[in-house]
């Protein structure tokens, strides 16, 4: 007859890269799950990612502010329907005090390098400190490593010259001549402020866009009270957001005709009646479907563009000079500020860290052809480390915070097994990360994103770096691990209780 003896359950060591939105939820979940021995790294000063790093005018969030929460930290506070970038950092700022991660992260310390070996990771910093894990979570987001335009002379530009992501709050754009290069979502917001104060604007746009005219209204006062009295109705708010995204307009890029005829006649009649000249109407025209770049939000962009001091420029440039801008007509753009508005590389990850996993498998080497994972999280070759947001997770105009907390629990059910001694090092399987891309790809082909254009949507091969069904299947796929689909092993030679690391969360 059995004791009903439980043996205790064992305590991971965790490592967390980053600390933007997915690294504070992260150090939350972990702890909540009763692990205490967790690393959260950050390579720059203060937490907030994506909304430390872009503080451009006119940033903000395209997604309602009311759904752009932590379902466990609901706000109240935002002042605009779509919350500016200074907001959403003071909001992660707020949770990460109001939860206890803030004191207990490492701050201006990047992870340099992790190595694997016989279940355990040897995690180096910049600052030489070495910690030895038995998961890592990668959580250093989608567009953080800014793409720099391959344009002849750049180099030789005399002027003041930055990236959106990388603002130069010194430079004084006040009656000056302005560049800027490129028409996407951070453009649009950039430059009805910079029309403001420019002398002269020139907007050099390779590829135009198609927008959904939600404009960004004000939340009043009396508004923000009654959301504050009343928890239910920001609950009901919240969910009324998330219907609308998962049902209209994901559903409107992932095959369904209704909803996507809807989108794309309010998208063509925004265009019809806000631009008034023929001609810049048909400058600013895209010849793709709607939906096949990302859909930009925005009801400031079309009058900026017509108002006299700026230019839409459509001719290619040839060169950037000492002094401006050379199109392919010959014309000369004088330009005393170069904006570069071009994006980023969205298959970085982390890298450039140096990861090398089982028998030795670099990061690089295992990346060199296609990045490959299985549900978006895991990388065959790399036992017990986890990509948050990695390929085939962004979820058409969905909330990455959502999809952040459902990856985070799909991560905690496999620790969950560690830590009951059923294994000590998980790893997806080949045929499972095959299969997988084969069922992404087999999704594809009733999306809008193979509509006849170029973007960030799409690998090298043409294959989905997003995911090409509905926010409910993804839900629903991700609620529990298929075994099946790993490999377990056991080191005998692995203590029960995990190598204790330098310093614990508070």
């Given amino acids: 007859m059995g004791t009903g003896y439980m043996p205790p359950m064992r305590s ?9 939105m997915t690294g504070i939820l992260l150090a939350i979940k972990l702890r909540e799950a009763g692990i205490t021995q967790v690393h959260v790294f950050e390579k720059a000063d203060r937490l907030g990612g994506t909304w430390r790093e872009n503080t451009y005018p006119g940033v903000a969030c395209d997604i309602p502010a009311h759904m752009y929460t932590y379902s466990f930290e609901p706000n109240p506070e935002w002042s605009h ?6 907001e959403i950092q003071a909001y992660f700022e707020r949770v990460g005090r ?30 030489g400190r070495q910690v030895i894990a038995d998961f890592v979570i990668n959580s250093t987001g989608i567009l953080h490593h800014p793409a720099k335009p391959d344009i002849k002379g750049i180099e030789t530009f005399k002027g003041a010259m ?14 000056k001549r302005v560049g800027i290069i490129g028409t996407g979502s951070t453009a649009a917001q950039v430059i009805p402020e910079v029309a403001k104060v420019a002398g002269k604007l020139s907007v050099f746009q390779r590829t135009p866009q198609w927008l959904l005219p ?28 998330m ?12 095959g369904h005709k209704a909803q996507n005829a809807l989108f794309s006649a309010i998208c063509k009649l ?57 199109t392919r007509d010959g014309r000369e753009h004088a330009l005393d500020v170069l904006i570069l508005s071009t994006g980023f590389n969205p298959v970085a990850y982390m890298r450039p860290m140096d990861v090398v996993g089982r028998d030795g498998l670099h990061i690089n080497d295992a990346w060199k052809d296609k990045i490959r994972t299985y ?23 969905y909330s990455v915070i959502a999809m952040s907390e459902v990856q985070c629990g799909y991560i905690l059910k496999l620790i969950e097994r560690w830590r009951r001694g059923e294994f000590d090092a998980v790893e997806v399987t080949e045929s499972a990360v095959q299969r997988f891309a084969q069922y992404v790809k087999a999704g594809m082909g009733k999306t809008v994103w193979v509509g006849g254009c170029q973007s960030w949507y799409l690998d090298g091969d043409g294959d989905p770096i997003l995911w090409p069904y509905t926010w409910e299947r993804w839900e629903q796929e991700m609620a529990e691990p298929e075994m099946a689909d790993f490999t377990t092993t056991r080191f005998d030679a692995v203590p029960s209780p995990s190598v204790p690391m330098e310093s614990t969360m508070a």
């Fill in 12 to 20: 991971p060591s965790v490592v967390v890269i980053g600390a933007g």
């Fill in 375 to 397: 549900r978006s999280l895991c990388m065959p070759g790399f036992p017990n480390n986890f990509l948050m947001l990695g390929p085939n997770s962004p979820i058409g105009n």
């Fill in 243 to 254: 219907w609308g995204i998962s049902q209209l307009l994901t559903k409107a890029v992932t």
């Fill in 214 to 241: 939600l404009g960004n209204t004000d939340v009043s006062e009396r508004e923000k009270d009654r959301l504050r009295r009343n928890p239910a109705k920001l609950q009901r708010l919240r969910k009324f957001y």
């Fill in 162 to 175: 930055f990236h959106t992501a990388e603002w130069d709050h010194s430079v004084n754009l006040d009656g």
């Fill in 81 to 86: 329907r779509f919350a500016h970038g200074d």
């Fill in 98 to 127: 109001k939860y206890g991660v803030t004191g207990s992260i490492h701050f201006s310390e990047a992870v340099t390098r992790c190595v694997y070996d016989a279940g355990k990771w040897a995690v180096t910093t910049s600052r």
């Fill in 270 to 326: 925004n265009l019809r009646f806000s631009v008034r000249d023929p001609e810049l109407r048909r400058k600013l025209t895209p010849d793709y479907k709607v939906g096949c770049k990302r859909i930009i939000v925005n009801t400031t962009f079309y009058p900026a563009i017509q108002r006299d001091n700026v230019e839409l420029v459509t001719d290619g440039i040839e060169a950037i000079t000492e002094n401006g801008i050379r």
